[in-house]
């Protein structure tokens, strides 16, 4: 059940409306289904309309016409509340709505239970899925109703209503997400001929330059060098920068600004300065060492983020999920631009699962914030594994975070990232098909496959028919005959990839251990003389499987600790 609540002034005008049958063709057999003192006179029952109307009105407004003699009176004295049930409710009886309604104006503050001096009101069944409430605001003691936060009373109350009535349960918020665009900004979005208004556009816009960002003074000066956006720094009297205002140049009837708090909770100068602390300078080059690929940075950090969702810390868990959110928004500035525009709705979608009421600990997510920042300073890559490797791993990340939301009933945040998984696939699906094909047509010799098949019967015997049934499979052992040669254990590697990430999820099994194979080969191989040496170290086999933690591709060594 969806409530909408208004104030206004005039009493007549909205009883009138509520009995209307002639203008408002969907108000079919209007009647009273409940009222202050169930006394009330009904027009829907009445041969005299227009008296009995004048009646009802002057009922209303009794107390109203008192306290404004004493000039007590609110200058809004009517309270208009409509409840609406969903499609797929039942049709709910007269006596059901008359019970919903009561419940509603006691939860709000308008008549509490049990109060003689609750305010007057009628609750108006005019079409068979909703019913509309009129109060006025005056009690019988002449004092205006306390009626603060009644949306979210009344909401509160609805979601105990369809428990108990057996109706749909409705996706309810917590409050911290965007300011939906107003029916006269999406008309003149429209007029202008654009599929987003200015506030979207420039919720967008902002979103990546904080993405792009190392700190704040680059935050303001990416700002204020995109073509078509207007900035504004606002200035404390001792100089200090206090916010920033933001509107678009193209506006027909002149620029329309917009603070950041204004387009997004999270876009607060403050919030965003927070967000920028909890990023580390880039790293330069150092002579005879190769800099680490900072897609395989964010790769690695990515995959971690599932484990971390599950270790009971949420402020952490917060702060994890707000990075992976802007690196979604950095990934259309660095993407092949046949999928950009899905990459842009999986960002705008996931930026719903970004926010909650838990206070997010930023500094938990300095690896992952700094290697997008470094993915972005590159130039984009060639090579299409690399974004498929990190799709790969975002995917898990929205199913791991869609489950993090659910535990802890963020209904709003579970419907985002569920819708942030549609579009990751399908851009998952275009970014891999071209190097997957490349791995299949290099497929091996049988005599090599039937050596990889017996090792993931060894390592994976749960899920390695389901492996060996994948159309991905010929890429697989593509690389980990690629790994052999280079001179890592293959069996380390399966071993290592699957114990990382589980692959219960994983519908494409084979899929995320090429991935996942690939980048942990990427890393310089280990001897064998090394690896029983670690492995006397640490009292156990050399091929028994690493941690996750350790086993993430880590920057490659260098050259002189490779020679020895």
Same mark, same amino acid.
């Given at each position: 059940?969806?409530?909408?609540?208004?104030?206004?002034?005039?009493?007549?005008?909205?009883?009138?409306?509520?009995?209307?049958?002639?203008?408002?063709?969907?108000?079919?057999?209007?009647?009273?289904?409940?009222?202050?003192?169930?006394?009330?006179?009904?027009?829907?029952?009445?041969?005299?309309?227009?008296?009995?109307?004048?009646?009802?009105?002057?009922?209303?407004? $009794?107390?109203?016409?008192?306290?404004?003699?004493?000039?007590?009176?609110?200058?809004?004295?009517?309270?208009?509340?409509?409840?609406?049930?969903?499609?797929?409710?039942?049709?709910?009886?007269?006596?059901?709505?008359?019970?919903?309604?009561?419940?509603?104006?006691?939860?709000?503050?308008?008549?509490?239970?049990?109060?003689?001096?609750?305010?007057?009101?009628?609750?108006?069944?005019?079409?068979?899925?909703?019913?509309?409430?009129?109060?006025?605001?005056?009690?019988?003691?002449?004092?205006?109703?306390?009626?603060?936060?009644?949306?979210?009373?009344?909401?509160?109350?609805?979601?105990?209503?369809?428990?108990?009535?057996?109706?749909?349960?409705?996706?309810?918020?917590? #409050?911290?997400?965007?300011?939906?665009?107003?029916?006269?900004?999406?008309?003149?979005?429209? #007029?202008?001929?654009?599929?987003?208004?200015?506030?979207?556009?420039?919720?967008?816009?902002? #979103?990546?330059?904080?993405?792009?960002?190392?700190?704040?003074?680059?935050?303001?000066?990416?700002?204020?060098?995109?073509?078509?956006?207007?900035?504004?720094?606002?200035?404390?009297?001792?100089?200090?920068?206090?916010?920033?205002?933001?509107?678009?140049?193209?506006?027909?009837?002149?620029?329309?600004?917009?603070?950041?708090?204004?387009?997004?909770?999270?876009?607060?100068?403050?919030?965003?300065?927070?967000? $920028?602390?909890?990023?580390?300078?880039?790293?330069?080059?150092?002579?005879?060492?190769?800099?680490?690929?900072?897609?395989?940075?964010?790769?690695?950090?990515?995959?971690?983020?599932?484990?971390?969702?599950?270790?009971?810390?949420?402020?952490?868990?917060?702060?994890?999920?707000?990075?992976?959110?802007?690196?979604?928004?950095?990934?259309?500035? $660095?993407?092949?631009?046949?999928?950009?525009?899905?990459?842009?709705?999986?960002?705008?979608?996931?930026?719903?699962?970004?926010?909650?009421?838990?206070?997010?600990?930023?500094?938990?997510?300095?690896?992952?914030?700094?290697?997008?920042?470094?993915?972005?300073?590159?130039?984009?890559?060639?090579?299409?594994?690399?974004?498929?490797?990190?799709?790969?791993?975002?995917?898990?990340?929205?199913?791991?975070?869609?489950?993090?939301?659910?535990?802890?009933?963020?209904?709003?945040?579970?419907?985002?990232?569920?819708?942030?998984?549609?579009?990751?696939?399908?851009?998952?699906?275009?970014?891999?098909?071209?190097?997957?094909?490349?791995?299949?047509?290099?497929?091996?010799?049988?005599?090599?496959?039937?050596?990889?098949?017996?090792?993931?019967?060894?390592?994976?015997?749960?899920?390695?028919?389901?492996?060996?049934?994948?159309?991905?499979?010929?890429?697989?052992?593509?690389?980990?005959?690629?790994?052999?040669?280079?001179?890592?254990?293959?069996? #380390?590697?399966?071993?290592?990839?699957?114990?990382?990430?589980?692959?219960?999820?994983?519908?494409?099994?084979?899929?995320?251990?090429?991935?996942?194979?690939?980048?942990?080969?990427?890393?310089?191989?280990?001897?064998?003389?090394?690896?029983?040496?670690?492995?006397?170290?640490?009292?156990?086999?050399?091929?028994?499987?690493?941690?996750?933690?350790?086993?993430?591709?880590?920057?490659?060594?260098?050259?002189?600790?490779?020679?020895?």
């Amino acid at each position: 059940m969806i409530a909408k609540i208004s104030s206004g002034k005039d009493t007549v005008g909205l009883i009138r409306y509520l009995f209307d049958t002639k203008k408002a063709k969907d108000h079919t057999d209007p009647h009273l289904v409940a009222s202050w003192d169930d006394f009330a006179p009904d027009l829907g029952r009445s041969d005299d309309f227009d008296a009995t109307r004048r009646l009802l009105v002057a009922d209303l407004d $009794l107390h109203v016409k008192q306290a404004r003699r004493l000039g007590r009176a609110p200058d809004k004295h009517v309270w208009h509340c409509s409840i609406r049930a969903a499609p797929e409710d039942r049709i709910l009886s007269d006596e059901e709505w008359a019970g919903i309604a009561r419940r509603v104006v006691a939860a709000t503050g308008i008549a509490p239970d049990g109060d003689p001096d609750g305010c007057r009101w009628v609750a108006v069944r005019h079409a068979p899925d909703h019913i509309h409430i009129a109060a006025t605001k005056v009690r019988a003691d002449l004092r205006t109703a306390r009626h603060w936060n009644d949306y979210l009373t009344a909401d509160r109350e609805l979601a105990a209503i369809e428990k108990e009535y057996g109706l749909l349960q409705v996706v309810r918020g917590d #409050r911290t997400a965007a300011k939906r665009p107003t029916r006269a900004e999406q008309e003149k979005a429209r #007029r202008a001929g654009q599929d987003k208004t200015p506030r979207e556009r420039l919720r967008s816009t902002v #979103r990546t330059a904080v993405a792009a960002a190392s700190g704040i003074e680059e935050f303001v000066h990416l700002l204020s060098h995109i073509d078509g956006v207007l900035v504004e720094i606002v200035y404390f009297p001792s100089g200090d920068v206090r916010g920033y205002k933001v509107a678009l140049e193209d506006e027909v009837n002149g620029p329309v600004w917009y603070s950041g708090s204004k387009l997004a909770p999270d876009l607060s100068f403050h919030k965003i300065q927070e967000r $920028l602390k909890a990023v580390d300078p880039q790293p330069t080059g150092k002579p005879g060492r190769r800099r680490p690929n900072p897609w395989h940075q964010a790769t690695a950090a990515t995959d971690r983020i599932p484990h971390r969702l599950d270790q009971g810390d949420d402020e952490a868990s917060q702060a994890h999920l707000a990075a992976f959110g802007e690196a979604l928004d950095a990934l259309p500035l $660095l993407a092949p631009a046949p999928i950009h525009s899905q990459l842009r709705e999986a960002a705008t979608a996931f930026e719903r699962a970004t926010r909650s009421r838990i206070q997010a600990e930023h500094h938990h997510a300095r690896a992952l914030r700094s290697a997008v920042r470094a993915m972005v300073r590159e130039p984009a890559p060639k090579d299409g594994a690399v974004l498929a490797m990190f799709l790969d791993a975002a995917i898990f990340v929205v199913m791991a975070a869609a489950r993090w939301h659910q535990l802890r009933h963020h209904n709003q945040q579970v419907a985002a990232a569920h819708q942030t998984l549609v579009h990751l696939r399908a851009a998952y699906e275009q970014a891999a098909a071209a190097p997957l094909a490349a791995l299949t047509q290099r497929r091996p010799p049988q005599q090599t496959v039937d050596r990889h098949i017996s090792r993931i019967r060894q390592v994976v015997p749960d899920h390695a028919q389901q492996v060996l049934d994948d159309s991905s499979f010929d890429a697989l052992v593509t690389v980990l005959t690629d790994a052999e040669a280079a001179g890592h254990d293959p069996e #380390r590697l399966l071993e290592q990839a699957a114990h990382q990430r589980p692959l219960d999820d994983a519908r494409r099994p084979a899929r995320v251990l090429t991935w996942r194979i690939q980048r942990l080969s990427a890393r310089a191989a280990v001897s064998a003389g090394a690896r029983a040496a670690q492995a006397r170290s640490a009292g156990q086999h050399p091929s028994a499987p690493v941690p996750a933690e350790t086993a993430a591709p880590a920057a490659p060594q260098p050259r002189q600790a490779r020679r020895r």
